[in-house]
């Protein structure tokens, strides 16, 4: 069992054009803020990711510390909790991350359904953040 972060974050092809279609929508330019509020997004759902292997055969890759930015020790704590404390069958912090980092992807480009309106957007990233 492995709790420490990975040293490289990468995401798949299916996350990379969630990730493209948020950009465009949102203007946010940066992979990591999407990413970074994709993986609270799931977190703050208890329930766990149905999807537990990805397959991060997309382009897009940054380093622990690019991805976790000022948030470095808070989010590697809150993976490695989520990990130790739930039944969720990860074997490594990493998993944790890729399987709660792709599936917050997929809700935040959800909650985009409507169109351009960024609202539900906002609303799902704020609600994860106070939870």
């Known amino acids: 069992m492995s709790l420490n972060p990975p040293s490289n974050v990468r995401v798949s092809q299916q996350a990379k054009d969630q990730l493209v279609k948020l950009k465009r929508i949102t203007g946010i330019k940066q992979w990591n803020v999407l ?10 759902d208890p329930t766990p990711p149905l999807v537990r292997t990805i397959r991060a055969d997309s382009n897009v890759e940054m380093s622990w510390k690019t991805f976790a930015g000022p948030l470095d020790l808070a989010l590697a704590t809150l993976l490695a909790n989520r990990m130790i404390s739930s039944d969720e069958g990860f074997e490594s912090v990493s998993e944790v ?8 992807i997929g809700q935040l480009a959800g ?4 169109g351009d309106d960024v609202t539900s957007f906002v609303r799902l990233v704020v609600n994860a953040e106070a939870a």
């Open 111 to 114: 909650s985009m359904q409507s």
């Open 35 to 44: 990413c970074r509020w994709g993986l609270c997004v799931s977190l703050a």
């Open 97 to 104: 991350l890729a399987a709660h980092l792709h599936r917050g």
